[in-house]
């Protein structure tokens, strides 16, 4: 109880500086995204639905660095009529360097996550998760590359290594961007991770940004896909840590923004998972469908 109260301070201090804009408006520049997903399990033995609802806040000082904060609420109903539901916290830093020599810009960032829920067993309540991250953008913002490192540390005695080097590039001028990012985790117990002592996968993202036309017309248009296998994935994009037991088995998205006002996006998105749940033998699918609004000022 000690940590979520903590939490929800630092949580409530963001949030306190969020709405003073006028304090900081010559040197913060600061957004608030607040976000919904829903989602249905096809051929699951156990999980019926998902649902998800949360907000993060984010503000950069300048050039200089950031912080984000982030709470999110998830219910998974179950089809025995129970439901799972956990709290999942995030508060993250970062900061930029310009070094003499380096045509670009560098950001040390560190990712600190909590997940606590009801599941019976222990095994997925009580998470934490310290994430790090380097990472590299060229002045012209056409080339980007990071290293990011997590360690996720789980009741009865699990800690889970992963390594995520990362590759992104423009193309036809900055219209395109594609980025890869490898999955490389480690220290799994085979008896809790689908017979599985190490997993690989590597996730490709594409995104096309749209000439300014019409209001109606969207801004940005996104399609991702995973391959390989993933369990007790940490994602640094997303900034959420992935906690169920069963074996990822890649997916594909869709997406698609829009720039609603000056500081106002909007952006939505549609995506298949397939999971295989070894012990019960079942392989199964999740649907999901996500919508966030980012707010700057």
Sequence with gaps: ????????????????????????????????????TSGSYSGSQQRDKISDVGLMISGDYLEQGGVTVGYSNTQVNMKNASAIKQDNYVVSGRMNYFPDGLTGRLTLRLD????????????TNNVTALAPQISWLSTDG?????????????????NVSQLTPTIGFGLNGGADWIQLRSYLISGLNPVRAANKSSTTALDANWTHYFEPGTTLAPSTMSLGFSTGEKVYAVDMDAQSVSNLADLSKGGATVGLGWKVAKDTKLFVLAGQTKYSDVTLNNNYKLNVGYANLTIGW
């Design 1 to 36: 109880m000690r940590s979520k109260k903590i939490q929800f301070s630092i949580l409530t201090g963001i949030v306190v500086t969020a709405i003073s804009p006028p304090l900081f408006a010559d040197t913060w520049a600061l957004k608030a995204t607040p976000g919904v």
């Design 112 to 123: 600190g996550y909590q997940v606590n829920n009801n599941d019976a067993t222990g095994n």
């Design 142 to 158: 056409m080339l980007y590359a990071d290293l990011g490192y997590a360690k996720t540390h789980y009741q009865n005695q699990l």
